[in-house]
């Protein structure tokens, strides 16, 4: 199994910024994906950035110029840089994880809330 331990959600005004982090550990292996998912309530869980561990990245087009997704694989760790904050980014983060071999892995979520 694999487990995901996600840190730096918070409150935040409009414009600012906040850093993800999620730290993965368990049965993984060297060839894999991490990324982010958000949700807010009454909608479904939308993506919001990926990277492989070749390091091949996806963006949301919602979150591209305003986002940074990067890892560091010596530390099995993915973060998110979330700068220009809009309102509309409030929502539960969640880190994701796909092992060669192995079925997906969520993390528990940390809420973002941007204020106006």
């Known amino acids: 199994q694999v487990q995901l331990v996600e840190s730096g959600g918070g409150l935040v005004q409009a414009g600012g910024s906040l850093r993800l982090s999620c730290a993965a550990s368990?049965?993984?292996?060297?060839?894999?994906?991490m990324g982010w998912y958000r949700r807010v309530p009454g909608k479904q869980r939308e993506l919001v950035a990926t990277i492989t561990s070749g390091g091949t990245i996806n963006y949301a087009d919602s979150v591209k110029g305003r986002f940074t997704i990067s890892r560091d694989n010596a530390k099995n760790t993915v973060y998110l840089q979330m700068n220009s904050l809009k309102t509309e980014d409030t929502a539960v983060y969640y880190c994701?994880?796909?092992?060669?071999?192995?079925?997906?892995?969520w993390g528990q979520g940390t809420q973002v809330t941007v204020s106006s």
């Open positions: 994701w994880r796909l092992d060669s071999g192995r079925f997906g892995s």
């Open positions: 368990g049965t993984i292996s060297s060839i894999n994906v």
